[in-house]
């Protein structure tokens, strides 16, 4: 793992794989630090000829760490940052694959800098339009843990994860993510935090409709947080956009659907290389 500086920030990134080869930058959700794409799966993907990045967005892991409470930055920096590591890294174009709440960086990419753009690909995400349903009321109420209690903050964390996870939850990988989560991030109150604090603003030059770029959807379609017609908005709003429907999968990308999602993305970005 190696620290950069980025836009008047320093991101922490993992490389995988031969920089030759079309790069794959993945960025994951809210709060969610670089080690939530797992090792293994970016050895896969790397075996598959994908030069692949994984990295730690600013209040997650390594990377500076803000006030908790009050970030003061928007979502279109975090897009900043992502095009700022591409530089860094001396990648002209990535295909970007986003999670969860990041989808709205990933919009904000392939909208403001499609250039730097290959493909996209949406996992577990959404468009935010009104009218799309809310959680599944199966989900568990979590209250929010006391900071002070490492204990109690490692166990909301674990069980979060079980709760999106639709059954497809393995307590130790959970558990020692957490662990190792914890233990390497400047602040885990503001990783847990500020990401929800940010502001929340759009891409410059459009919508979902105007990316140009091919775009994949993967959504499961047991997601308790972001139900299955969230992704297919996004599928709607894109010309040209597929998406692949991973069936029993919830909301975070769990070990059964790694084979899935690797064929799906080599697949993807080998076409998008083609256009």
């Not at 990308?253 to 993807?268: G, I, N, Q, R």
Request: hydrophobic share 40%.
């Amino acid at each position: 793992m190696t620290t950069y500086p980025v836009n008047n920030v320093e991101l922490s990134a993992e490389t995988y794989g031969d920089p030759a080869d079309p790069a794959v930058l993945l960025i994951h959700g809210a709060g969610a630090s670089m080690l939530w794409w797992d090792s293994r799966l970016c050895t896969e993907l790397a075996g598959r000829g994908r030069f692949v990045i994984r990295y730690d967005q600013r209040d997650t892991g390594r990377s500076t760490s803000f006030p908790t409470g009050a970030p003061g930055y928007a979502m279109s920096d975090l897009a900043a940052d992502a095009v700022g590591l591409l530089d860094a890294l001396g990648a002209d174009r990535a295909h970007v694959v986003a999670q969860s709440m990041s989808g709205g960086t990933a919009l904000m990419l392939g909208v403001d800098h499609p250039s730097r753009v290959a493909s996209l690909t949406f996992v577990s995400t959404s468009t935010g339009d009104d009218g799309l349903p809310p959680p599944s009321a199966d989900m568990p109420r979590l209250g929010w843990p006391d900071f002070a209690d490492h204990a109690a903050v490692e166990e909301y964390v674990v069980r979060s994860i079980e709760a999106e996870a639709a059954g497809h939850f393995d307590e130790a990988d959970a558990r020692a993510l957490v662990r190792e989560d914890m233990a390497r991030a400047r602040n885990f109150e503001g990783s847990l935090t500020n990401h929800f604090a940010m502001t929340f603003d759009g891409p410059r030059n459009g919508g979902f409709g105007d990316l140009s770029m091919p775009v994949l959807v993967l959504h499961g379609d047991a997601d308790p947080l972001l139900p299955l017609p969230h992704g297919e908005a996004i599928r709607d709003a894109v010309p040209g956009a597929r998406l692949a429907v991973l069936a029993g999968m919830g909301h975070g990308l769990s070990a059964p659907y790694w084979k899935t999602f690797v064929d799906e993305l080599v697949d993807h970005t080998a076409l998008a290389g083609e256009r």
